[in-house]
């Protein structure tokens, strides 16, 4: 690990062992090649991926009204809000729901 972020292994260990911090070059590295999340890293708090998962969202809740107009389905606001509030963890928790599941979940919540 020390070689992959480009530090000594003296180094490395007194990150781990939490005797000294990490200098920022080894934490985008950390970033660049193993994707890790650098806000837990320094806060121990999982980091959103925010553009990625407005996009995300936003395609999800465009899909989500396309099916339920075209389906003529109508649902309480705060029901659509629920489905795609789980979704969403989902989203960013994994394992994401499929939209077939999201659909089955509509048939149950019809007005």
């Known amino acids: 690990m020390a070689k992959e972020i480009g530090v000594s292994l003296r180094a490395y260990h007194s990150y781990e062992k939490g005797e000294r911090g990490l200098p920022i070059e080894a934490l985008v590295m950390l970033d ?34 396309r099916f339920l107009t075209e389906q003529g389905i109508r649902i309480k606001s705060e029901k659509r809000g629920a489905i795609v509030a789980r979704w969403y963890r989902s989203h960013i928790d994994g394992p994401e729901i499929k939209m077939e599941d999201v659909h089955t979940w509509i048939e149950l919540l019809r007005e």
């Open 32 to 65: 660049e090649k193993f994707g890790a999340d650098v806000t837990w890293i320094l806060l121990g708090t999982k980091a959103a991926r925010v553009q990625h998962d407005i996009d995300a969202l936003e395609e999800f809740e465009t899909s989500l009204d």
